[in-house]
């Protein structure tokens, strides 16, 4: 149980265009997912937070324009990196957490990553 | 604010031998400690975890790591390593009510088997 996907895997597009990465709970409704990036040889950093319902939670010096966050449904948070650009190549990292109260609700359960490389 | 350390970036050790990853932990409160283990193209996955209670804490795997409060670490620990172990490790603490809000991950440790 608990498994979260994530889709593409891998992307490669052009700078100036736009790119949406999804992150899925498979077998459980998760009320809170979270967006990490993680650099080549380094660790991940916490994005932003995502709620169901409401506006994402974004950590310092993250650019929310850039950055889009939708939380529509409590198995499916997108990702959509606007106007990419040669440096917002990385590797993109999504979890998901239980609802407070069931199993699990103490442990983020992540996803694969997807890579994007931008030209 | 929290943060991790990880002070070994690669390690490598003869398979069967045992293993010990060092993670200390910088955090102001009693802290909620995790070791994850990342391999290629699969996402993390948790090996254990520690709230409160017993200070030695057993996880998946035939993992177990030990909290020592004096020394602020939590490190990971295997008696005997198989090929399969081969990944990168991290280490991270977490904020929030229970622990499992604001992640803050270490730089990861790169475990190497040799046969």
């Known amino acids: 149980g608990a498994v979260v996907s994530q889709h593409p895997s891998r992307v490669i597009c052009k700078s100036g265009t736009s790119v949406k990465i999804e992150c899925r709970s498979l077998d459980f409704q998760a009320t809170t997912m979270f967006w990490y990036r993680q650099f080549p040889k380094q660790s991940l950093m916490l994005m932003a937070t995502s709620n169901e319902g409401s506006k994402a939670t974004y950590e310092q010096g993250v650019e929310k324009d850039k950055f889009l966050i939708n939380h529509a449904s409590l198995t499916l948070s997108t990702l959509t990196v606007t106007s990419a650009h040669p440096e917002d190549s990385s590797f993109y990292i999504c979890s998901a957490r239980v609802p407070y109260g069931l199993e699990g609700s103490d442990t983020q359960y992540f996803g694969p990553g997807t890579r994007l490389t931008v030209l | ?115």
Not at chain 2, 25 to 31: D, F, L, N, R
Not at chain 2, 78 to 92: G, I, N, R, T
């Open chain 2, 1 to 115: 604010a929290q943060s991790v350390t990880q002070p070994d970036i690669h390690i490598t050790v003869s398979e069967g031998a045992s293993l010990e990853l060092r993670c200390n932990y910088s955090y102001g409160a009693t802290p909620y400690l995790f070791w994850y283990v990342q391999s290629p193209g699969q996402g993390l996955q948790l090996l254990l975890k520690y709230f409160s209670g017993d200070t030695l804490v057993q996880g998946i795997k035939g993992f177990e790591a030990e909290f020592k409060r004096s020394q602020s670490s939590f490190n990971l620990r295997k008696p005997s390593v198989h090929w399969s172990d081969a990944a990168e490790y991290f280490c991270a603490v977490g904020a929030g009510d229970f622990g499992n809000e604001k992640l803050t991950f270490g730089t990861g440790t790169r475990l190497t088997i040799i046969p």
